[in-house]
């Protein structure tokens, strides 16, 4: 009997699916052999034993003899290995431009920061932009196969809204189309990378349902289900920074008046205080930055402010905790310099003993949770079309 086309496909698609999975379980458990992952798969024998032939023979997994302690023959361990192969992550922020380069076992093999210079005066721009400051940071020897661009905005299906840079709902294609020539170019938005960050590599590693709140030029945010990031209908779940605290409060600029962006920012912060030319000549991490030392030192004009922040935060974490019951909250970007300031010192939970009971934590990434998300969404990106992508980096 043969198959038909839908069949195929589907056929096509379960074993990319697989492959996909063996690669990502040998990410998250290094050292695993072909017996953890029939047992963590809930693959065949013969099944595990074809997925890591194949993906042995792309040049993507390793197997490597360990020592064995026991009677019987050693076993193999499997590890990523994919020369010349790299996956790039880029953040766009309102003042640099920040590439990271990963292998694709997840080591890094550079790093470029650089400031962004004048805003770039299209999307069309902006792709050339991350395209020069891609060239500048990928080794010569390494093949970029894919590339993950994140900008501090929203991204709605195919269309993206930078308010700093005075861009609504232009089409991501526009971007997309004078980015570098990798096969795989993804734009993602700030909040929700900062949450697949965390969840990869930082403190929410192994959560399944879990929030990171991420200080910007406004506020992001993204929540974790499921163990993956919650896009909602229209990629907006998540933005945290624009549920409502004051009804009567400052104008945002996504249409509603006193969203929490507008209070408990950095950038609302420099505005209450006077210092929105301080704030750009500082940049947003200095300035946070300094805004705590300056409450450290008794200033009270900036306790007033933090204080403000620190009460409008609490209650949007009780309300978080009421609505998606996460194990854990996160603050990253230019909310973890002010951290102390914005939550309880030391760290407590919002209502200790209370239903709503959930530890509110700091990234350990100072402000890097969105460039390590984009890198590895990037990584995650060829695990997922890894036979069509081995080819074109072979
Ligand atoms: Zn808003």
Redesign the pocket.
Request: some cysteine; charged content about 10%; overall charge negative.
């Given at each position: 009997m043969t198959q038909t086309g839908t069949e195929v496909q589907r056929t096509a698609d379960i074993r990319r699916a697989n492959l996909a999975a063996v690669l990502r379980h040998v990410d998250l458990h290094p050292g695993s052999s072909q017996t953890d992952l029939r047992a963590a798969l809930g693959l065949a024998t013969g099944g595990v034993s074809a997925l890591v032939s194949q993906l042995q023979t792309l040049d993507v997994l390793a197997g490597d003899r360990a020592a064995h302690g026991g009677a019987g023959r050693p076993r193999r361990v499997l590890r990523i290995h994919a020369p010349g192969r790299v996956a790039v992550g880029v953040e766009v922020t309102v003042d640099a431009v920040l590439v990271r380069v990963l292998a694709m076992d997840g080591t890094e093999i550079a790093r470029r920061d650089t400031p962004l210079g004048p805003v770039p005066s299209s999307p069309a721009e902006l792709g050339r932009l991350v395209g020069e400051r891609m060239a500048a940071a990928v080794p010569a020897a390494s093949t970029p196969l894919t590339l993950t661009v994140v900008v501090p905005g929203v991204v709605s299906g195919d269309q993206f809204t930078l308010p700093a840079f005075g861009w609504h709902y232009r089409p991501i294609a526009e971007t997309l189309a004078t980015a570098p020539d990798v096969p795989v170019v993804r734009l993602l938005n700030d909040g929700d990378t900062a949450a697949l960050g965390e969840l990869r590599r930082g403190v929410l590693r192994g959560c399944q349902t879990a929030v990171a709140i991420h200080g910007s030029n406004?506020i992001a945010g993204g929540i974790v289900s499921g163990g993956d990031i919650l896009t909602g209908c229209l990629g907006l779940a998540g933005e945290i920074?624009?549920v409502?605290v004051a009804p009567e409060g400052p104008p945002?600029?996504?249409?509603?008046r006193g969203?929490l962006?507008?209070v408990a920012s950095v950038r609302a912060m420099a505005r209450d205080l006077d210092e929105t030319a301080l704030l750009l000549t500082q940049g947003y991490w200095d300035y946070a930055a300094s805004l705590a030392a300056r409450a450290e030192g008794g200033e009270a004009a900036v306790r007033a402010v933090l204080d403000e922040a620190r009460r409008t935060l609490g209650t949007v974490l009780q309300t978080l905790g009421a609505i998606v019951s996460p194990e854990r909250i996160v603050l990253t970007g230019n909310l973890v310099p002010l951290g102390k300031h914005l939550l309880p010192d030391p760290p407590r939970p919002l209502a200790a003993g209370g239903l709503w009971e959930r530890p509110v934590l700091l990234s350990g990434f100072g402000g890097d949770s969105v460039l390590i998300g984009a890198a590895e969404d990037a990584r995650q990106a060829y695990f997922d079309d890894v036979v069509r992508l081995s080819a074109r980096g072979a």
């Open positions: 406004g920074g624009h409502i945002c600029e996504c249409g509603q969203c962006a507008q």
